[in-house]
């Protein structure tokens, strides 16, 4: 039995369950390759499958969304009535924040768990829109403890006005939320206007004001906002997170993606002994949530528990060789190829290339994990700045994160962490950050991704065949793609390739190594 779930608005997407583990979830942007434009779920599932005849149910996590002017196609929530008519189903349209804390919970192994989620707002029903939402999980059950209106507590609009109206980037379509600039930035300045975040006009313009004067102040200004959202975090959620009977916190909503925040949570509270991130916290994840909250809260189907499926972020499709190839043959004019091995790509890592790695199915959220990747040697002092400046072309302070194997977290990290989904900036021995320059943001920390054999079996592999040849358990990652979303297809990887100065283009299922001519 299936159930779809769909996201419209902004961060369009939908997903498949089957019998409770999803098997396909889709973000429209990796197909339109321009970030956050606003569309109808339904659409986009329309767009990429066919075959309805195992779906029983229709989930939204996004009240209002269905018939939304702008949001809708004419006909698409008519059409999703028919198949639901003709396999004797039901749609369901959930709340917004009650399905961000469904996929953090279900995706998770807890029992029981906090959950928390934090965004710009959303509509947990047709009058109540908020934007902190905390919850108790238990079993197949979530149930909601508070709910803040969305004027008493919303981290996620200072972010929004600051990013916007003070940094001047951009915080929706076409070129996505730069919020982790701003987060970026903030490990360079002192706290020192931490008053000035009241979102009054007077503020906004003493802020604009500040940032003209020099960079520094940009980043002084950028690091009040990241204190001043800490202290609310801790001012409004200590009640809940000091509980010395909470030991697991689930956290979702876009403003989860603050992995500095994240990263500190284990030491304000130190009852809290293990935390899970929502992989796919901003709206895109609501499809799942959705689906996920009505498969075990509504239809009170049992917990999945240990099941790397149930957790993988590798939720995009499949590419098999013939695609592959054909795509190559479209540039053949501008690029050539061979077999080549894992052996011979992690050599040309060492002589200090710039790869890009394509396989399996794409990741799901933000961040690139190993399927859709730019690798380089973590060791180099200069393969932050050239990546930044040559590739990615950003700013020169953005960090790369270390995807590390899990096992060895101890040896590199203050603290352990598992963190497979780069949720997590934590603190590296002093005593080996200058073995890995290019990973070690400017505060002494890494927003670490932590691999493990069951979760990514090719990319542990060959993180453990790069400590076999460096003594270095680590690799810079970050996400391959330049200022578009993360590449989806063969043909997307090969123009972001060509585009960029990229080495080589690695796709490692079929052992394809690509050069430029």
Known sequence: MKIVGFQSGHDVSYCILENGIPIIHEEEERFTRAKMKIGDGLDFFFSRVSDYSDIKYFSLGNFGALTAQGHTVEGNPEKMYDILKQNDG?????????????????TSNFKKSLIITIDGGGWEDYETPTAVCVFNGDENKIERVKLYGINDLNFGHIWYRVTSNVFNLSVGYPKGDQSGTVMAMASMGEPKYTNLFN???????RLQQIVNISEQEKFNVAASLQKHTEDLFRKHLSEFLSNPDVENLCIS??????CVLVGKIKSWFPNIKNIFCDPVPYDSGLSLGSARYLWHHILENPRIYNN?????PYLGVKYDEQT??????????????KKSTDDEVLNKLSDQKIISVFGGGSESGRRALGNRSIIADPRSAEMKDIIN???????????????????????????????????????FKDEV?????????????????????????????????????????????????????????????????????????????????????
């Not at 749609?91 to 399905?99: A, E, R, V």
């Not at 961000?100 to 279900?106: D, L, R, T, V």
């Not at 790397?308 to 993988?312: E, G, L, Q, T, V």
């Open 433 to 517: 950050k200058d073995l890995v320059p290019a990973v070690v943001h400017f505060d002494g920390t890494g927003r670490v991704q932590t691999v493990t054999e069951s979760s990514n079996k090719w990319y542990y592999n060959f993180i453990k065949k790069w400590e076999n040849l460096t003594k270095v358990p680590i690799i810079l990652n970050t996400s391959f793609n330049d200022t578009e979303p993360i590449v989806e297809t063969p043909t997307d990887a090969i123009k972001c390739y060509l585009n960029t100065n990229i080495d080589y283009l690695y796709f490692y299922d079929f052992g394809l190594l690509i050069s430029k001519k």
């Open 253 to 258: 909503g876009g403003v989860s993606l603050n």
């Open 199 to 205: 979102n009054t006009d007077a503020d906004l313009l």
């Open 389 to 427: 400046h040559k590739v990615k072309h950003r700013q020169w302070y953005r960090p790369f994160a270390p995807s590390i194997l899990q096992e060895k977290v101890n040896e590199w990290f203050n603290e352990y962490c598992e963190s497979p989904y780069m949720s997590f900036a934590i603190n």
């Open 308 to 312: 790397d499926k149930n957790a993988s």
């Open 324 to 337: 592959i190839l054909d795509s190559l043959e479209l540039f053949e004019s501008s690029i050539s190829y």
């Open 90 to 106: 039901e749609f369901y349209n959930l709340s917004h924040h009650t399905c961000h804390a469904a996929n953090a919970f279900f």
